[in-house]
Structures are given as C-alpha cells and as structure tokens.
C-alpha cells in the first residue's frame, strides 16, 4: 500500500487549526454549515435538503486549492508532494512507467493524448466510433484524419472492433500515419484482438493511443478481457469513475511510453483543457477507487460476474428478449466483458428506446442506453445478486406485457462520407448557411453530429453530407435518440459551409 494513503494523509492534517487565506470559498465547508443554519425553520424547504447541506460540509473538508503546496499539483510531476507519491501509487497497480490523474474525465485524457503524440498537420488514423472528444483534437492540432469504420454485426445490431487486418490495410494505404486512434473496449464490452494490433503498430513505428474508458477494471480478473494496458499500446486513457467506485471525471492516463510525458504536461499546462482549479475530492476517490481494486478487486468482481452470468442466463430464457455472450466472438470480438449485458428486445415489438422508458419511469431501473434494437445493462464490481434480480424480474415483468414481435428497424451505421474539408478549416469557415435536408444532400457539412446512444460521430464537419447520413440521423431522431452537436433542435436544417 506504498503511497496509498499520501494524499490522504495530507488532507487530514489540514483538518486541525487551518486558516485558508485561497480558494475555494467555502472554507472547508463551513459555509455550507451556515446556509444550513439560515434554511433550518424554512417551510418550503424539500425533505432532505438539509442532510444534503450537511454531506457538503463533511465533503467541503477535503476541497482544497493547490496553494496548498504540499499537496501537489496537476501541472508538474513533483514526487515530493502528496498527489506526486499518489501518481506513483496509481502507476505501481496498473504496472505502468508513469500515470496522470485527471478531474476532468477521460474526454480531456483522449484530447491531451492524441495532442502529445502528434504535431500539427499530422494524418492519425481514428476508429470512426472513437468518442466525440477525439475530434476536438483534430480540429486543435489541425490533424488530417483517416477513419476506420469497425467491424459491424447485423445480427446484434452492434458495432465490434477494428481487426489487426484492418489496420494493416489502412496502414498499408496511408504509410505516412503518424498516430493511431483505437477505442478498447467498445461501449458494449466488445474487445478486439488489442495485443495484435499494438504489435502491428510496433513494427510499424506508429504509436497506439487506447481509449479503454470502460476497461479499468481488466487487470483485476482473470474472467475479464486483456486490460488495455498491458497489450503494448503507447497511452491508455480510462475512466476509473465508470467501471469503479470513483467519483464521476475521475479519470487515467496510463503511459507505457514515456517520451509522451512532457508534451502532455506542456499541453495540460498551455492548452486550456485542463482547469487550474481541478478537484482534490475527485483526486481522492480515484485513489480510493483504485486501492478498493487492489484489495478488493478479484473477490467483488468474482460475485459481480456470477451475479451476471444468471442474469445472462434468465434473461436469455425469457420469451421475446436475447442477449449474447463470448460465443458470438468473430472478427473483431475477440472477448467480452461479462459485466456489459446487451438485450436484444427486437421481439417484443418494442424498441430498446421504449423498453428503456419503461425500465426507468415504472422501475426506477436506469440501463445505461438504447438503440433500436437493444438495452445495454451496465454493471460493476459492487454490484450483486440483489439488484441484478430486480433488473430480471422487471424485464419479465415488460415482457409479460408485450404486443408481440414485428420488424424493427435494424439501422446499420451508414457508410463514411466523403471528407472534403479538413475539420479544423471547417470549423473555422465562415459564413455560413443553414439549409433544409433535402437541399443540404451533397453541401459539407459545417457542424459535427453524434447520435447518442452512444455518441458516435454520424456527420463530421469537412465532411459531405450524404443521403445516407440524413436518413439515419432522422432515424434517430425519431426513435428517441439525441443528435449531439446538431444546430436544428428538430433537425430540420443542416449547417453548411457557406
């Protein structure tokens, strides 16, 4: 547990006879302690508001300011200080040279890591369904981008990985790729062949930067896939808050490559992403999150994956509901993670939109997403057999009540449109226009759309806008899903360059 408890060590002995003279402003919490006081004989006051006040003093206790100097800080590597020995901690578990904490989540992890690995102008080689992030990226370094559509399963009506025979051919094809973009694994627990494809690119001399923001937990079970971090790629970004007990932006960068070190610290010190205020609270949950991995860790994640694995297996046997394990592995899917649950509700005659606005409003049951045809179930290593069988019985519950199936739309990710202007040059241009759909068919597009769930960029701006695109992204929209970056709240116009 060497390190392990600097950071809080630190905290605690800023908790007697202190007087901060810095940020924040609520003095360790007090002044949450006096708006108490004032809100105590309120009438209109909602019940457990003041509870809440007072978890905000207890909580207020440990949000400090890097004026504390001993503490640390996130803009220089100091071994000395506390959040130094605590870096030094967090690498010692995942087995890396060298780690960054992040209190902005792992979308400032993947922007920073494909900046550090990168110079302007440079062509990098994304995974076309790398989160959205990575295209604030491109637009900042002024990238070339070549996309990878992944593999796609009809059946399951779900995107897999890039295989290592993709990225040989795209390699092949673009010999001149100075970074690549992979995401490992997908939002639906799908891992691809990682090991081989770092290695590929090891041979190549082409850095690999790894999103595996759903894959913090890897190392810690032998039943789970290969952690991302030990395939060999350059930079793994996760999101400890999303698969841990980590509080939410809490996140790593995990470095196998340390010559990525200083441009990273130059980018998160000059480029703006990173607030100067960012969050101790946050800091320590992750090293909480991370220490309950460490010691915890196999035991929880064994009853999490048993719980799982019946939840799998009764769900399965429910009349009009599916679901999937790692015999469906082909290219592209190598493994799965057994704690990612997807439920093909195609033949209830309901949509995954519909069967999740179920689960929430009648269940109090919220899925992690929906697409046309499935609801993902999310679980983690504190999770048990209690709440999984809630989750079953109200799925038996919906299905009971079923119309019975019919054809559900079973949209497959249209095919890349053509790039016609760089990303950043298209964000930049101006003036612009706004058109209706039909009329904007063949314009570039000046606006960048995801369709959530689960984020995917659909339209790029630079991009042509194509039939195809429109008719999906339309599909979307009328399913329930949300356009991301979308000008329109309806869409019923597009953005062009002007």
């Given at each position: 547990?060497?390190?392990g408890?600097a950071l809080?060590?630190?905290q ?11 940020t924040?402003?609520?003095?360790m ?6 708006l ?8 209109g ?5 003041l ?9 207020g ?5 890097m ?5 640390g800080?996130?803009f220089?590597?100091d ?15 995942y087995g ?10 792992t ?12 110079q302007?102008?440079?062509k ?9 992030s ?10 070339e981008p ?16 890039v295989?290592p ?17 992979l995401?490992y694994?997908?939002?639906?627990g ?8 770092a ?12 999103d ?5 937990h890897?190392r ?6 290969q952690?991302?971090e030990?395939?060999g ?17 809490g ?23 990173v ?7 946050i ?21 999490a ?8 297996q ?7 509901l ?9 290219p ?21 939109f ?10 109090n049951?919220y ?17 048990d057999l ?6 079953v ?7 009971s ?29 101006r ?11 063949g ?5 960048t759309?995801?369709a959530?769930?689960?984020?995917s960029?659909?339209l790029?701006?630079?991009?042509e806008?194509?039939p195809?695109?429109v008719?999906?992204?339309q599909?979307v929209?009328r399913?329930?899903?949300?356009l991301k970056?979308a ?11 002007g």
């Amino acid at each position: 547990m060497k390190h392990g408890f600097a950071l809080t060590e630190a905290q605690l002995e800023l908790q007697d006879d202190v007087i901060e003279c810095c940020t924040p402003g609520h003095r360790m919490g007090r002044g949450f302690a006096l708006l108490a006081q004032d809100l105590w004989f309120d009438p209109g006051l909602p019940k457990g508001y003041l509870q809440m006040l007072d978890d905000f003093e207890k909580i207020g206790r440990y949000d400090h300011s890097m004026s504390v100097l001993e503490l640390g800080s996130l803009f220089a590597y100091d071994p000395e200080t506390a959040l130094g020995r605590t870096q030094d901690f967090l690498a010692r578990v995942y087995g890396v040279p060298f780690v960054w904490p992040s209190t902005n989540g792992t979308s400032i992890l993947n922007i920073l890591a494909l900046m550090s690995a990168t110079q302007a102008g440079d062509k990098v080689l994304l995974q076309r369904d790398s989160h959205v992030s990575v295209y604030s990226a491109i637009v900042h370094q002024g990238l070339e981008p070549v996309y990878l559509k992944p593999n796609y399963a009809k059946d399951l009506g779900l995107p897999l990985g890039v295989t290592p025979e993709d990225l040989a051919a795209a390699l092949d094809q673009h010999p001149d790729l100075r970074a690549v973009f992979l995401t490992y694994p997908n939002y639906y627990g799908i891992a691809t062949d990682l090991t081989a494809c770092a290695e590929l690119l090891r041979r190549r001399g082409v850095p690999l930067i790894v999103d595996s923001a759903h894959g913090a937990h890897y190392r810690f079970h032998p039943d789970l896939p290969q952690a991302a971090e030990e395939s060999g790629a350059a930079l793994v970004t996760q999101s400890q808050h999303k698969t841990c007990s980590s509080l939410s932006q809490g996140s790593l960068a995990l470095f196998n490559d340390r010559s990525l070190v200083e441009p990273f610290y130059e980018w998160a010190n000059l480029g703006g992403f990173v607030s100067t205020s960012f969050s101790f609270i946050i800091l320590q949950s992750l090293v909480l999150g991370v220490m309950q991995l460490e010691r915890q860790g196999r035991a929880l994640l064994q009853n999490a994956l048993e719980a799982t694995l019946w939840a799998r297996q009764e769900i399965h046997r429910i009349p009009g509901l599916k679901t999937f394990g790692s015999e469906a592995a082909r290219p592209g899917f190598k493994q799965l993670d057994p704690l990612r649950i997807t439920v093909d509700v195609s033949g209830l005659g309901w949509s995954g939109f519909e069967v999740y606005e179920r689960l929430s409003s009648e269940f109090n049951i919220y899925p992690e997403l929906a697409t046309f045809q499935n609801v993902l179930l999310m679980f983690t290593l504190v999770d048990d057999l209690r709440g999984v069988r809630r989750v079953v019985q109200a799925l038996r519950q919906i299905a009971s009540e079923a119309p019975g199936p019919f054809q559900q739309p079973r949209l497959e990710p249209p095919p890349l449109p053509p790039l016609r202007v760089l990303p950043r040059a298209a964000m930049q241009h101006r003036p612009r226009r706004n058109l209706p759909l039909r009329e904007a068919i063949g314009q570039v597009s000046a606006e960048t759309i995801s369709a959530y769930p689960p984020g995917s960029a659909i339209l790029v701006g630079g991009e042509e806008i194509t039939p195809e695109v429109v008719e999906f992204l339309q599909a979307v929209k009328r399913s329930g899903g949300t356009l991301k970056g979308a000008s329109s709240r309806n869409f019923e116009t597009l953005q062009v360059l002007g």
